[in-house]
């Protein structure tokens, strides 16, 4: 300000401009330096003491050097560690205290040094002619860049991570065997320690599973969801409409979790009950439980979906219709439904997708035992529920049986994405023809 | 029943201007043919040959402002579309216009016939011709003016009067134009001589109509009536 | 009645009878289609239509025009019963179709919309072909009884709306892909396909552009011959130059109705006058 | 057929059955809409039915004597040593003296199970706030055992697990006021047990909160700037393209494979910690971005491109037109989209599953670092448990998750209304 004797005009930006550019000088090389430090160092030491440790313990295979560092880490940090304590590791956890100690204290000192540097910079360049405020704002759009590139970064991680895992699977198993094998028992490839060779990989069973399950789910939620939608977006007075939209979203917005427990301690136990009241046997994890309260769970999905593309629908078809002298019913049925029908089948498309991706209501509703059957009373399995299987509890991410989880992901992921992207393009394409 | 809103207050500004102009250029018609008929007057009344002249060449003014006032009207019609009162006052004033031109022409005309060299006009049982004439064209500028004063301030009792029905002063006009028709014919005066007489008289009564054609023109463009053609007392002929 | 007859003055003082109703002439003697009788009309608490009385003749064009929000259209569309659609709006008062009371709880709009066809503002042709336009209405009421006599039907209604031989050759084409003025056309050859007695139009030609707008107005001078039809419009050249009576509605309130060429060259209400000449009202 | 009178003949023909088939589907509609409202109310119903009991808890009132023989034989009030006492003990003395009948061992082991084994801790609680109390014999009220719990709030559905002299015992101290039902804190300030009648929800509830706190504190910046990049920078071209089909993909891939996404990734690749609350939180991070970012852009598209005109036309830059205008009339669509985020990740558990935050965890986490589990993720715990016990604090996790869920709901709604502007 000095510099142009307080004559703000004079400056190319706003004063407070200047200010940030200075701040962004100081903050983003320390900031940078601070993520840097923060992910590296960890490794750098371990590198470090794992290169001073004695020569009889360097060449291990990786997992019993894991296991090392571990103990190394305890040591140092004073937990108690597996097994006895050689001087050799004592010192090795000296050392690595050591190293932790510098890091912590070099670290406030290079970010000071660095901030330090960055005013000093900020201030010698700061001109009145400078164009401080574009710069700021160059900033401020790379972030947001990189903000918005985040959706991307996580699809390629959902890709390269679920895939890479999946090559890894199907390097042990056949893609053929995974694809086309009728049984599924992980458990069993484990037991016999035959890795891949019993063709217990097929993925069949789940796939018809899920889909015995999803049809159900579908098989309520589409008539009532699309009846609901109907009936809200013609027939009901806008005091019905205000009270029970938002009660139907409700079922929207309750966990899944929810409806899991609901399925499981609830309607299994009242089917089995009905099935066996009409002599019929009933599995307590029958297919028909679990897909039921799904199709609880899509009802305002559907619902909610299929009144926005009615509403859609312009209220002059209402009117030219209504002034024929159709009738409500006519109307809907012959002019509403077929002009929003590539909504209503992206909607039930979507529906379908998280029918398929659906996870807690199967977990706990649905059995584990892969069952390749077309009997809603049996019990099946589905794809999601193989994943939490074989993820939950302690992994081995050498063994078939944990990679399976990243393949049934891969199978997942896909079939989901297929959906989704017809479901989104069908929906597009008709939101464009009435806007 | 009826309604006439006075020209103005349009929700468009251009075409309140535009009324007004109008009104002002059939005015300026208006006056330019009383200019003339006083000329007439004043030339009847000095014998003054250079003046009648001047009413012979004065007409072409007159022709030019009608053509004028006929392309502003048809402007109008197109552009504005107009309907209602404003419909009838572009009508009227273009029936108005018409009737102001064809006032011209019988007021150059008397003019031509009452002062050619070659063929004077008799008078009538002593009457000098160019008297009466004289006092008869007075008579008329007067109903002229009212008329305009009527169309002016769109006064349609006045123009009732004026249209005939109860005009006095027309009714009285006619009756003076009558009675000198009458009187020539039975003169046994020079035929060339009567004919020029007749002739200028008929001018006259022509004017008349004209006037009583303009009131009822004003009486259309307030009230909506077309009261043309009906039986209009003793001054239809 | 003559001004000069009645030698009433015209600088304001007026007959008793318009300062609260109607002036012109809301009855007829001659044939009547549709009788309205002391209509008034609410949005909730709003009142949009006061007691309007009007007679609708027979194989007339009846034009409602006044400025928006006047409640020509919510009148128009009392007499098909489409202010049904409208939740909150209540209407109080008889319309007699044939002397039946449109209103009466015991009338079903079923039928009383396949008699008073209804065209719309915007052209809103179902996303269906042009084929299936116009069978709709037969269709939905069951007029025809083979495929043979609903393309008969089809023919006769589209040249009657003088599209079939713009359309004859593509009749398989989604109705949505005409033009402006077709689409429009489309929609009459839509009403007309059930053969209505009245056809209610909602300012049909407001969205289209003057060339479309000349071919409706011509159709809808030759449909008079078959049909009543009463129109709302924005435009007074339009109402001026297809119908033969023309009434003009302020603030909710029928302000006069006559014969158009009257209500265009002096009518009575100063009003209407202010209106129709573009003064403010 | 073109007479009219025939087409009016025709029509009333039809009517009455086009009238029937217009009121079946009116009746459909309602049909469905009550069905899907009355499976809402049944679920809550079962619900509330089998968790409002959680909240009450069963107690026995007995004449704990702190022999300070038994506690503190030197009375020195050393916190070392009253600890050690076996407060167990003393209450197996008190039960003996309070049915001084019983004698036989496998009598009075079945005495013992009336008693919850946490009552021992919370009698040491209480001698090492206020060792005062020592040699005095108060008259404590100490929680039953859980089996005990079920039979006194349900004693006609269950008591399988207690034998009849056990509920004769019950019966009697009932009888004399001596067994009553209490507000159960300790739901509130417990974490997870293997011991029913001990379990509480704190645990779970203090990871939910730590990870929420990562989710909102990564999400809401990240997600907001997204959002505005879209909708006001990006150029239109196959990359914005790209990004906007993709965040429309996300949103719908299933939670489960961002599960696996973050045990590939972040536990196996940067090696974080697993059951930290850090990782579910990136995990759901990841997961609601998409939803904020679409309710992000639907508010900045709702602000009306007249008020950047406004401002670009006096010659704010772009940056000053969005921070001084734009934003600030977004800000509550984006506060609601992410409070509606927020709300999906607090329900969230299939992903969490993946990244071991299923473990069985007793402590209370105390920062985002520590192994930890999610409300929901106990609630499946808890579901999956063998213990007629278990199946009350599930319903009752399962309302206190719902009531969160619902105030943040009531918020955003909150939010709308009060912000909501009509140009």
């Known amino acids: 300000m000095g510099m142009v004797s307080g004559d703000c005009r004079r400056l190319h930006s706003l004063p407070r401009y200047y200010g940030y550019y200075v701040a962004m000088l100081t903050a983003l090389p320390a900031i940078l330096l601070l993520a840097l430090w923060i992910s590296l160092d960890q490794s750098l030491i371990t590198h470090l003491v794992m290169a001073s440790l004695p020569q009889s313990m360097q060449p291990l295979p990786p997992s019993e050097q894991s296991l090392l560092i571990n103990d190394i880490r305890n040591l140092a940090t004073g937990n108690i560690t597996s097994g006895e304590i050689s001087p050799a590791l004592q010192a090795a956890a000296d050392h690595y205290r050591h190293l932790m100690h510098l890091s912590r204290l070099l670290l406030p000192t290079a970010l000071f040094l660095l901030a330090i540097g960055g005013i000093a910079l900020g201030l010698k360049v700061i001109h009145p002619d400078r164009r401080a405020r574009p710069a700021v704002e160059r900033v401020i759009r790379w972030g947001l860049i990189l903000s918005a590139s985040i959706a991307i970064l996580t699809t390629l991680g959902i890709v390269l991570s679920v895939l890479f895992e999946a090559l890894r699977f199907f390097q042990k198993v056949p893609l053929a065997d995974f694809l086309f094998g009728l049984e599924w028992s992980p458990q069993i490839a484990i037991r016999e320690d035959q890795v891949g060779a019993s063709g217990a990989f097929g993925v069949i069973p789940l796939f018809a599973g899920t889909l015995l399950i999803a049809t159900i789910a579908l098989s309520v939620a589409v008539p009532i969801g699309l009846l609901s939608a109907i009936y809200l977006a013609e027939f009901a007075t806008p005091r019905v409409r205000t009270w029970v939209k938002p009660l139907l979203e409700i079922l929207a917005g309750i966990p899944t979790v929810v409806y899991g427990f609901f399925a499981a301690l609830v309607v299994a136990p009242l089917v089995r009950a009905a099935g066996e009241s009409i002599g019929l046997e009933v599995s307590s994890e029958s297919a028909l439980a679990a897909g039921l309260v799904m199709g609880i769970m899509l009802i305002p999905f559907i619902s909610s979906l299929s009144d926005d593309v009615i509403n859609a629908v312009p209220g002059a078809m209402w009117d030219g219709s209504l002034a024929m002298g159709a009738t409500h019913a006519e109307t809907i049925f012959r002019v509403i439904v077929p002009a929003a029908l590539p909504g209503i089948v992206g909607g039930v498309l979507l529906a379908a997708s998280r029918a398929i991706g659906e996870t807690m209501i199967v977990v706990m509703a649905a059995g584990v035992g892969a069952n390749l059957t077309a009997n809603p009373l049996e019990s099946v399995t589905t794809i999601t529920v193989q994943i939490v299987t074989l993820l939950v509890g302690d992994q081995e991410f050498d063994s078939p049986k944990t990679l399976a989880a990243f393949a049934l992901g891969l199978v997942l992921f896909i079939a989901t994405l297929l959906l989704n992207v017809l479901a989104l393009y069908v929906v597009r394409r008709y939101r464009e023809a009435y806007d | 029943m009826t309604t006439f809103a006075r020209p103005g207050k349009h929700i468009l500004k251009r075409y309140d201007k535009d009324m007004r102009k109008l009104q002002k250029r059939v005015l300026k018609m208006g006056a330019m043919v009383a200019d003339q008929m006083q000329r007439l007057q004043d030339a009847l009344g000095q014998e003054d040959d250079e003046r009648a002249r001047q009413v012979i060449e004065g007409d072409r003014p007159i022709d030019l402002q009608e053509i004028k006032v006929d392309k502003f009207i048809i402007r109008l019609l197109a552009r504005r579309a107009p309907v209602g009162s404003d419909l009838r006052y572009i009508v009227a004033a273009s029936r108005i216009v018409t009737e102001l031109e064809r006032l011209g022409d019988e007021t150059a005309q008397m003019a031509a016939a009452l002062f050619q060299e070659e063929t004077p006009v008799a008078g009538c049982n002593g009457r000098p011709a160019h008297g009466e004439v004289r006092s008869l064209v007075e008579q008329l500028l007067e109903l002229f003016e009212q008329v305009m004063a009527a169309f002016e301030k769109y006064d349609y009792r006045s123009a009732l009067q004026l249209a005939g029905m109860d005009a006095s002063r027309g009714r009285e006009m006619d009756k003076r134009l009558k009675d000198l028709m009458e009187c020539v014919f039975g003169s046994g005066q020079q035929v060339s001589e009567a004919v020029n007489f007749i002739l200028v008289l008929r001018s006259l009564e022509r004017g008349l109509r004209h006037v009583q054609n303009i009131a009822e023109h004003v009486i259309y463009l307030v009230t909506g009536e077309d009261v043309r053609h009906r039986k209009k007392g003793p001054a239809s002929a | 009645m003559s001004v000069i007859d009645a030698g009433i003055r015209p600088d304001g003082a007026r007959d008793a009878r318009e300062t609260d109703a109607t002036v012109g002439k809301p009855f007829l003697e001659k044939k009547v289609t549709l009788r309205a009788r002391n209509v008034n009309v609410f949005y909730g608490e709003k009142q949009a239509l006061f007691d309007v009385s009007i007679d609708i003749g027979k194989h007339e064009v009846t034009a409602f025009i006044g400025p928006s929000g006047c409640g020509k259209s919510t009148f128009l569309r009392c007499f098909n019963r489409m202010n049904d659609t409208i939740d909150s709006c209540r209407v109080r008062g008889e319309i007699l179709l044939d002397d039946e009371d449109i209103h009466d709880p015991k009338m079903d709009v079923v039928p009383l919309r396949a008699r008073v066809g209804m065209v719309f503002q915007k052209p809103n042709p179902f996303p269906k072909s042009i084929y299936e336009n116009i069978a709709y209405g037969p269709r939905l009421h069951g007029l025809v009884s083979g495929k043979s006599e609903l393309d008969a039907l089809v023919e006769k209604s589209l040249s009657r709306a003088g599209l079939w031989n713009e359309v004859k050759e593509r009749l398989d084409e989604p109705g949505t892909g005409l033009s402006g003025g077709q689409q429009q056309r489309l929609c009459i050859a839509r009403a007309i396909a059930i053969n209505p007695e009245v056809i209610l139009m909602d300012e049909p030609c407001s969205a289209l552009d003057p060339i479309a707008t000349a071919r409706v107005e011509e159709l809808i001078d030759e449909l008079r011959r078959k049909y009543t039809i009463v129109m709302v419009t924005h435009s007074m050249q339009q109402a001026a130059r297809v119908s033969q009576r023309t009434a003009y509605f302020h603030l909710g309130r029928l302000i006069e109705v006559d014969k158009t060429d009257r209500i265009f060259t002096n009518p009575s209400h100063e009003l209407t006058e202010a209106y129709i000449t573009g003064r403010f009202g | ?423």
């Open chain 4, 1 to 423: 057929m073109t007479k009219r009178s025939d087409i009016r003949a025709a029509v009333e023909r039809g009517l009455s059955r086009r009238r029937r088939r217009d009121r079946l589907v009116r009746r459909l509609g309602l049909g469905a809409i009550l069905l899907g409202l009355g499976f809402l109310a049944f679920m809550f119903f079962s619900i509330i039915g089998m968790g409002y009991s959680a909240f009450w808890q069963t107690r026995i009132q007995l004449p704990v004597e702190l022999d300070p023989a038994a506690i503190d034989p030197e009375r020195t009030h050393d916190p070392a040593v009253l600890r050690n006492a076996d407060y167990a003990g003393l209450i197996k003395q008190a039960l003996r003296k309070r049915f001084p009948q019983i004698k036989k061992r496998k009598e009075k082991r079945k005495l013992y199970q009336l008693v919850s084994s946490g009552a021992a801790y919370a009698l040491q609680a209480m001698v090492l706030q206020n060792p005062a109390l020592i040699g005095s014999t108060p008259g404590l009220w100490l929680t039953a055992n859980d089996d005990v719990d079920v039979w006194f709030k349900h004693p006609e559905t269950s008591g399988k697990r207690l034998n009849d002299q056990q509920k004769a015992w019950l019966e009697e101290l009932h009888a004399k006021g001596e067994l009553k039902k209490f507000f159960n804190l300790d739901f509130f300030r417990n974490g997870d047990s293997r011991e029913p009648e001990q379990a509480g929800i704190l645990g779970a509830l203090m990871g939910s909160f730590y990870t929420i706190l990562v989710t909102l504190g990564l999400s809401l910046p990240l997600g907001i700037a997204a959002a505005v990049y879209l909708e006001e920078f990006a150029p239109k071209n196959r990359w914005t393209d790209f990004i906007e089909v993709n965040i429309n993909n996300l949103a719908a891939v299933p939670s489960i494979v961002f599960g696996l996404l973050g045990l590939a990734v972040f536990i196996n690749f940067f090696g974080l910690p697993r059951s930290a609350p850090l990782v579910g939180g990136l995990v759901l991070t990841l997961m609601t971005l998409p939803t904020i970012i679409i309710a992000s852009r639907a508010a900045l598209k709702s602000v009306p491109p007249s008020i950047r005109e406004a401002a670009l036309g006096v010659g704010a830059s772009r940056m000053q037109t969005l921070f001084h205008h734009v934003l600030p009339l977004a800000m509550p669509g984006m506060l609601t989209g992410t409070i509606i985020g927020m709300a999906q990740a607090l329900g969230e558990t299939a992903p969490l599953l993946m990244i071991g935050m299923v473990a069985f965890i007793v402590d209370v986490p105390r920062g985002i670092l520590d192994p930890a589990t999610v409300l929901p993720v106990q609630i499946h715990l808890w579901a999956d448990s063998p213990e007629r016990a278990f199946l009350e604090k599930t319903a009752a996790a399962i309302m206190v998750l719902l009531a969160f869920l619902v105030l943040m709901n009531l918020a955003a709604i909150w939010l709308r209304r009060k912000f909501e502007k009509r140009w």
